[in-house]
């Protein structure tokens, strides 16, 4: 298992977070001594922090298993709230939901709109 041991820049503490803990961001325009920055929750002041980082320090972590941050890939797995978008609902849809929840077997009802197999016609 690898210790990991990181000084807050803003009250000192020196903690041990997981790998898992750790994000790094590899930057555009970071000079040849700055491989990335390090990103984590501090133990002592419990506030998000970010420091430089040089490349040995960065190979080192990302060989130990630290997750990378990608700037181009959206790192938010698909919750409801970061859904698809789709056609907004109109007034007359909530209504007919609401008409459809009322009958004893509006989950068939639901689910044969919504089954693939029903498309193919």
């Given at each position: 298992m690898t210790v990991v041991r990181i000084k807050c820049?803003?009250?000192t503490t020196t903690s041990t977070p997981e790998l898992?803990?750790?994000?790094?961001e590899v930057?555009?325009?970071m000079g040849e001594d700055t491989g990335a920055i390090v990103n984590?929750?501090?133990?002592g002041c419990y506030s998000l922090v970010n420091c430089a980082i040089d490349w040995p320090?960065?190979?080192d972590l990302v060989s130990a298993g630290a997750l990378v941050i990608d700037e181009n890939?959206?790192?938010?797995?698909?919750?409801?709230?970061s859904a698809e978008e789709g056609p907004a609902w109109r007034p007359d849809d909530l209504l007919d939901l609401h008409a459809l929840l009322l009958t004893h077997d509006w989950f068939d009802k639901l689910q044969a709109?919504?089954?693939p197999?029903?498309?193919l016609g």
């Open positions: 820049i803003r009250c898992d803990a750790l994000l790094l930057g555009v325009g984590w929750i501090c133990s320090d960065f190979l890939e959206d790192p938010r797995p698909p919750y409801p709230e709109t919504t089954d197999a029903n498309d």
